[in-house]
């Protein structure tokens, strides 16, 4: 997955990497060349995991580059993002997704407190034409909810905003069209590569989910510091012990991210 600013030079590719599960680790970011494209923008970590991003302790999370390739687990609490230096974005387009159906990543994003989420807008390239068929749906304009869990029910064009905090789930859509002609999340959207019994989804060459923030500031970016909040990654009464398990207590009953049953 590829993010890029309004002038859509790439911030970072993101793809799925191993390790869904208790033993999930925040994954490591790198530059792909020693040049300016190699200074830090960002940080990202996994939502609430232990020793990579906590609240006023930047350092422990994962650097993000102008350039740079990412990879992470899914399945679990998520990700969250927090870019640096007054470098938060007014216009980002994620594209290249590379997520299969049956898993989740829960992207979230930290902006200036001030800042406002104006629009999320999922789009297919401008040869989409509703017209080809009635079937067809050329772009979705994602609706906001009032929690980060009524985001991670959906199915991926739904957005939570609160306290300078963007949420949201991506998911791959088909690469002609973003429905047929609701909203759907295909179950093989670009195809995939088997062999030996490894089965790697493609990514989507096509679609692009554009984030608008109206924020304080001119050009392309947002001033101010963005916030140092992130999601909580379990519910009230417990407490994370892995990527993808909430806990009660030391021996007390476990859930996942969903909040369903779960055995530790």
């Known amino acids: 997955m590829a993010l890029a600013n309004s002038s859509s030079k790439p911030f970072w ?28 923008i960002a940080r990202r970590a996994a939502t609430g995991r232990r020793n990579c991003l906590e609240t006023g302790k930047l350092g422990a ?8 390739e990412l990879s992470g687990a899914l399945g679990g609490s998520g990700w969250h993002v927090r870019f ?8 980002l387009v994620i594209e290249r997704v590379q997520v299969p159906y049956d898993t989740k990543l829960v992207l979230s994003i930290a902006y200036p407190l001030t800042a406002r989420v104006s629009s999320v807008i999922a789009a297919v390239p401008s040869w989409c034409h509703p017209w080809a068929g009635s079937d067809r749906q050329c ?20 957005f939570h905003f ?34 030996d019994g490894i089965r790697i989804t493609q990514f989507s060459w096509n679609p692009t989910l554009t984030i ?24 009230d009464g417990y407490t994370q012990h892995a990527y993808d398990l909430c806990c009660a207590s030391e021996d007390g009953p476990c859930i996942d991210p969903d909040g369903a049953p779960a055995s530790r």
């Open 139 to 158: 772009s979705e304009t994602f609706s906001p909810v009032g929690t980060v869990a009524a985001v991670r029910a959906s199915e991926g064009n739904t």
């Open 84 to 91: 640096m230096n007054g470098a938060t974005p007014r216009s």
């Open 13 to 40: 590719h993101m793809a799925r990497c191993s390790g869904d599960g208790p033993s999930a680790r925040c994954c490591r970011a790198a530059p792909t060349a020693r040049s300016p494209f190699a200074r830090t």
């Open 61 to 68: 999370a994962l650097p993000i580059t102008l350039n740079a």
């Open 212 to 235: 608008t923030a109206d924020c304080a500031g001119s050009g392309d970016f947002c001033e101010g510091a963005a916030v140092l909040s992130e999601p909580a990654a379990c519910p």
């Open 162 to 195: 609160s306290e300078g905090v963007l949420t949201l789930r991506i998911v791959q859509p088909p690469t002609d069209r973003t429905g047929s002609p609701a909203w759907i999340v295909p179950v093989s959207p670009a195809g995939v590569f088997e062999r």
